[in-house]
C-alpha cells in the first residue's frame, strides 16, 4: 500500500490549510485512517482518525479546529486544519491499517508562524 501525502506549508497563525493523502488501495476497505504528527524533539502523536465505519477520533488539541474526511471514490483522506497555531507546527504522517499492517506516507511539514 503507497500513501501519498500533500498540502503542507508555510501558515500565518490562524490560517488554515488542507491536507490530502491518497492511498493505492480503497479507503472504504481500511480498517482505519489517520493523520499523525510529530514535531522537533517530541514523538509522534495522534491526530485525527477516522474508521472504516466513518466515526473519528481527534486530539483533544485539535478538537473544534481540525476535520478529517474521506473520498471513497477518490481514495483520499483529507485533514482541513483551520485556526492554526505555531504548536501545530510539525511534519504531518497520513496513516493507514488494512488488516493487521500499518503504512505509513512519507509526510509533510506545516509550518505555523509569523
Known amino acids: 500500500v503507497q500513501l501519498q501525502a500533500s498540502g503542507g506549508g508555510l501558515v500565518q497563525p490562524g490560517g488554515s490549510l488542507r491536507l490530502s493523502c491518497a492511498t493505492s488501495r480503497s479507503v472504504f476497505s481500511a480498517n482505519a485512517m489517520g493523520w499523525y504528527r510529530q514535531a522537533p524533539g517530541n514523538q509522534r502523536e495522534l491526530v485525527a482518525r477516522?474508521?472504516?465505519?466513518?466515526?473519528?477520533d481527534y486530539a483533544d488539541s485539535v478538537k473544534g479546529r481540525f476535520t478529517i474526511s474521506r473520498d471513497i471514490r477518490e481514495n483520499a483522506v483529507y485533514l482541513q486544519m483551520n485556526s492554526l497555531e505555531p504548536e501545530d507546527t510539525a511534519v504531518y504522517y497520513c496513516?493507514?491499517?488494512?488488516?493487521?499492517?500499518?503504512?505509513w506516507g512519507q509526510g509533510t511539514l506545516v509550518t505555523v508562524s509569523s
Open positions: 477516522i474508521s472504516s465505519g466513518g466515526s473519528t
Open positions: 496513516n493507514a491499517v488494512y488488516g493487521y499492517m500499518t503504512y
